[in-house]
């Protein structure tokens, strides 16, 4: 069997990695090549690793670099016409996917056009799932409410688990610091200068009420470390960044003040009770508030169908709003263990006894004749 796998982000490169892994042990031979990052390189040298080139937010970022991301669709377009695997797995990154998926229609049915982590088009553009179901195989979601969303339109769906709730152990209060609270702004640079000062300015006005209130963050790359470092000097915070990684933080932290993104669910799946902070340029979030079509931003909230997590987003995230909630998260045990317990109804959501193993639902896929 031959696999040509396209994912552009570490999130989608860690996912993919682990899935075809676990392929490799069901199909022995199994050959890789494809689009990802340094794990899924690891696993296979014919996988080229581009996600820290690939990885862009925004219209903006993506504009700029326009003529590279032309140049890498039509190249792995013609990987793929050349190399004429059994199936094509699309991991995520629907700006580059989607419009990938569209342009190998050609070469069906005899290439698989297999779907990993859906786009979250019913956000922000149901319309786009019918054409998906015409466009593609078979899609792997991993959240339990897609999978009738896509069956409806007619593309068969395996609901597979989220894979970092299948991989994520949740902690109570036991090894926690009481006094420590974590402040997560985000993995990108852009994230990190419009959210950490208005966390660093919330944490001073928390330190006046509790002096006992120590202060961390975790920081994914040198270059932000000391742009963290030189905030938290300005704003007069001693604030201990590095050498903990987020989960390490998150495992560690009483409470937190989580930016929105993947951390707030992985947040959610260790158990620490934490806010949603989002803060963006007002362009943005206007066209934001255009398009996505949900009551909620945070993952948690959506699947839970009611707010368990405060949401703290644009005009909303003020130093005086996440600066009360953390010492309410502080102050309070019942608050904390309620939340974990909400917590524990949306991992069992995720981790659902009908959800199928990725693996065997991506041998399936790639096995099975097209209707």
């Known amino acids: 069997m031959r696999i040509f796998v396209v994912a552009g982000e570490t999130s989608g490169d860690a996912h993919a990695a682990v899935l075809l892994a676990a392929l ?27 996600a820290h080139e690939a990885a862009v937010i925004g219209l903006w970022d993506i504009l700029l670099r326009y003529g590279w991301f032309r140049q890498k669709f039509h190249a792995a377009r013609r990987r793929i016409e ?59 979601c991993i959240f339990p409410f897609e999978q009738e969303l896509y069956e409806a339109s007619g593309l068969p769906t395996s609901f597979v688990g989220h894979p970092m709730a299948l991989h994520t152990q949740p902690m109570g209060e036991a090894g926690r610091d009481p006094n420590l609270l974590a402040l997560l702004p985000g993995s990108r640079d852009r994230e990190v200068r419009k959210i950490f000062p208005v966390m660093l300015t919330a944490a001073r006005q928390v330190r006046e009420v509790r002096p006992a209130t120590r202060f961390a963050a975790a920081a994914p ?5 000391e742009l963290m470092t030189v905030m938290a ?32 669910l992985e947040a959610t799946l260790l158990g620490l009770p934490y806010a949603l902070v989002y803060r963006t340029a007002w362009i943005t979030y206007i066209a934001a508030r255009i398009v996505i079509k949900v009551p909620y931003l945070g993952m948690a909230n ?34 904390r263990t309620a939340m974990r317990l909400d917590f524990a109804a949306v991992r069992n959501e995720l981790t659902s006894p009908t959800a199928v193993s990725p693996a065997l639902a991506l041998r399936d896929a790639t096995t099975t004749p097209q209707a």
């Not at 069901?26 to 080229?48: C, F, R």
């Not at 704003?235 to 993947?262: D, F, H, N, Q």
């Open 302 to 335: 959506l699947l839970a169908g009611r707010p368990i997590v405060k949401e703290f987003i644009q005009n909303d995230a003020t130093p005086e709003a996440l600066a009360a909630e953390a010492i309410r998260l502080l102050d309070d045990p019942a608050a």
């Open 221 to 225: 790359s040198e270059k932000l470390r």
């Open 82 to 140: 050349e190399e004429k695997p059994d199936a094509v797995l699309l991991v995520d990154y629907p700006g580059f996917n989607l419009r990938l998926v569209r342009a190998l229609q050609p070469l069906r049915p005899a290439v698989k056009l297999v779907y990993y982590i859906s786009p979250q088009v019913w956000a922000w553009n149901r319309g786009r799932i019918p054409r998906m179901a015409r466009w593609l195989d078979r899609m792997l």
């Open 24 to 50: 490799q042990t069901l199909t022995p031979g199994l050959q890789i090549s494809g689009l990802g990052g340094p794990k899924l390189h690891a696993l296979s040298p014919d996988v080229e690793d581009w």
């Open 233 to 264: 000097a300005e704003a007069g915070i001693t604030c201990e960044i590095g050498p903990l990684k987020a989960r390490e933080l998150m495992e560690k932290a009483a409470a937190g003040l989580v930016a929105s993104g993947t951390a707030t």
